[in-house]
């Protein structure tokens, strides 16, 4: 277990951009499935045939992780650059930022000491905000990057106690999960498809295109979801708490999860005596909704995470290890 | 590999900038500057105030050359019982720079992990997405050290985890405020000690002075010298009304101001010219900001010059300054003292 989520972290993959992290997912998955491929839009699915067939379960998990985009290159050398997906502009000043394949910068912020009066206590806009990549001059920056270019954080993946630390945990938490669950082997009667899908931070619209492929049965979204259990929210603002294990919801934005699937979830989880948590809050959304949209029944199940859509965040081993419990035992079930 | 000494400016500048040395605490930096620069000493030894002083002995006159080698840093506040703690800074730290940092924090038994926490943008009500970061919002979590709770006390030091690079000529790292002098005069001594000269020079890597506390002062003291140049950076690259603009890249800034010796300063640009040095004039009307004025104050007064490397992005946990420029420092305080008769 765990196996993958190191190196599945650290590849660059902002919406659109996903290439690495497929190659890589890819390359380990191969021999371990019945039938891999790609299809138009760069979605990565694995199909693993059942004992008996028949019906087709679909894990969903999104390959991209937020990032931006360089939309300027500009006199002085530095970059312009715009979020893909949701990024708070205030987790990004300083940070170290890679753009394109490998050229190295920083989002650069003035000094302090520069900043008079109301500049000081503003947060600032993006537009405001340049990637210095070392350049003097645009035509040496045209030298290295391109307008539309990728950039990406660079946080290394780290392990301290129960804890793991690393970039993009949203969602390559899931990536790995689905991955592991090859890995080890699932021994289900039902096709089971593992989709490892593109741009879900950029408004997930892609499952429409795999429910037209597949026609799955049943699907479940596998995410790594918000927590906000720190000093800053009060306890009845918390969607989940690390350590509480595998957050089920029940409703997030726009999307009353099937009920046949949450119930069988949780039941799933009380019988296997496997801890679990329902997510306390309905804010955000997941690919589930997409699904649903199109007539496929579709559930979510989250690794708790801190600080998601930041540089850095955080999530526990047994959440994660509960979480594999959970679907492994669910999808043996079926 | 630089043109001129033998040892490698950007793996000094990486090297110096790895290592924290928050004010008053700047013991484990100073002792791999003193590693190199014994090396290049006749003699090395620390102040009460805990500065390292280096000299190279002469029979001409004293000239001094002075780097702080603190950084700015944060003190724990307080703790939580759920393993998140809230700082403070030690330095002038935006707060605005430091969410979703990787943090040290400095416990006496080591150095224990931490991450500036940040709400992500999901849980954010109207309101907190218009907070200015502050100390007050800003928390670090500490939960994933298991020993969290026995080690981290009120009071222990935290710096930011950032690692320098390199990226042609530009160095971006933590810290280069000032460690990038300190690495200057490091180079110089290596220039210096090729060279056969009248002055004694003394290289002094001093403390506390971004909490205004100069241990430059009291190495002033101690070494009686006549002439100091200290050496600090300057806001590069940036539009600053009045001013010309200082370029990184385009060498040194020499300092003209009363914090400044008109004819020492004269001597260095006669210097510069003379080695084809290239540097940028910077007037300074009034206080520095710099321990040159502690400096210049001591004893019966000494004859001060200030030079200082263009740098961007101060006191951020990524700053950016130009090897080149750090070169050319060097040369320029290597070449001052040798002309000094």
């Not at chain 1, 296997?272 to 955000?284: A, D």
């Amino acid at each position: 277990m765990l196996t993958f989520l190191r190196e599945l972290t650290e590849l660059k993959g902002p919406s659109g951009f996903e290439d690495d992290v497929r190659e890589y997912i890819k390359s380990k998955i191969e021999g371990k499935v019945d039938e891999v491929f790609e299809d138009r839009m760069g979605n990565l699915i694995a199909l693993k045939k059942g004992k008996t067939g028949g019906k087709k379960i679909l894990l969903d998990a999104h390959m991209d992780e937020v990032g931006f985009m360089v939309t300027n290159i500009n006199e002085d050398g530095t970059l312009s650059f715009a979020p893909l997906g949701g990024v708070d502009v205030r987790v990004i000043l300083s940070k170290k930022v890679v753009v394109g394949k490998d050229v190295m910068g920083i989002i650069g912020y003035k000094a302090a000491h520069l900043q008079h009066g109301e500049d000081y206590a503003r947060i600032p806009k993006y537009y405001e905000l340049k990637i210095d990549i070392g350049a003097s001059s645009k035509s040496e920056a045209e030298k290295k990057v391109a307008i539309g270019d990728p950039v990406s954080f660079t946080t290394e993946y780290e392990e301290v106690g129960d804890y793991i630390i690393a970039k993009a945990l949203d969602d390559r938490g899931g990536c790995s999960l689905l991955m592991d669950l090859i890995d080890d082997g699932v021994d289900a009667n039902c096709d089971v498809y593992f989709a490892f899908t593109v741009q879900e931070e950029t408004g997930p619209k892609w499952p429409v295109i795999l429910m037209e492929q597949l026609k799955a049965d049943m699907v479940i979204a596998i995410e790594t979801t918000t927590s906000g259990d720190d000093p800053e929210l009060e306890k009845y603002l918390w969607s989940t708490h690390l350590g509480d294990g595998p957050a089920i919801t029940f409703m997030h934005r726009g999307y009353v999860v099937s009920k046949e699937i949450f119930d069988k979830l949780v039941e799933t989880a009380k019988e296997s005596n496997i801890k679990f948590q329902y997510k306390m809050r309905t804010v955000g959304g997941t690919n589930a909704r997409r699904y649903a949209m199109g007539g496929m029944p579709a559930g979510v199940v989250s690794i708790p995470a801190r600080y998601i859509h930041s540089p850095i965040s955080e999530i526990r081993k047994d959440d994660y290890e509960n979480t594999f419990k959970l679907l492994k035992t669910f999808l043996e079930s079926e | 590999m630089s043109n001129f000494t033998s040892l490698d400016t950007k793996e000094l500048l990486l090297k110096v900038t790895s290592i924290p040395g928050p004010s008053g605490y700047e013991d484990e930096v100073l002792g791999e500057i003193e590693n190199v620069m014994k090396d290049y000493s006749n003699e090395c030894f620390r102040t009460p105030l805990g500065s390292l002083v280096c000299v190279k002995k002469g029979k001409g006159p004293k000239i001094g050359f002075f780097a702080h080698a603190d950084q700015i840093a944060f003190l724990v506040t307080k703790i939580y019982e759920d393993g998140f703690i809230r700082l403070s800074g030690v330095g002038g730290w935006d707060p605005k720079v430091i969410a979703s940092q990787k943090v040290w924090v400095h416990t006496k038994n080591g150095k224990l992990r931490g991450i500036v926490g940040f709400m992500p943008p999901h849980l954010q009500t109207t309101e907190e997405y218009k907070k200015v970061p502050d100390y007050d919002h800003l928390f670090v979590d500490v939960t994933m050290n298991p020993n969290w709770k026995e080690e981290i006390l009120i009071g222990d030091l935290v710096t930011v985890d950032t690692k320098g690079f390199v990226n042609g000529d530009i160095v971006f790292a933590p810290a280069l405020d000032n460690r990038a002098s300190c690495v200057a005069i490091i180079k110089a001594a290596e220039l210096l000690w090729r060279m056969n000269i009248d002055a004694e020079v003394y290289y002094v890597f001093s403390t506390q002075e971004e909490i205004g506390g100069s241990g430059a002062r009291s190495a002033t003291y101690i070494s009686e010298i006549e002439y100091g140049i200290v050496i600090d950076v300057t806001h590069g690259d940036e539009d600053l009304p009045g001013f010309p603009k200082i370029k990184i890249g385009e060498g040194p800034t020499v300092v003209v101001g009363p914090v400044t010796n008109r004819k020492f300063v004269e001597h260095i640009k006669t210097v510069a010219g003379k080695y084809n040095i290239r540097t940028q004039v910077e007037a300074i009307p009034g206080r520095s900001g710099t321990d040159t004025e502690d400096v210049q104050f001591t004893r019966n007064g000494v004859k001060t010059s200030l030079v200082s490397i263009p740098l961007r992005y101060m006191h951020n946990p990524y700053e950016k300054v130009c090897v080149k420029d750090v070169e050319d420092t060097a040369k320029l305080l290597a070449f001052s003292a040798a002309e000094l008769q």
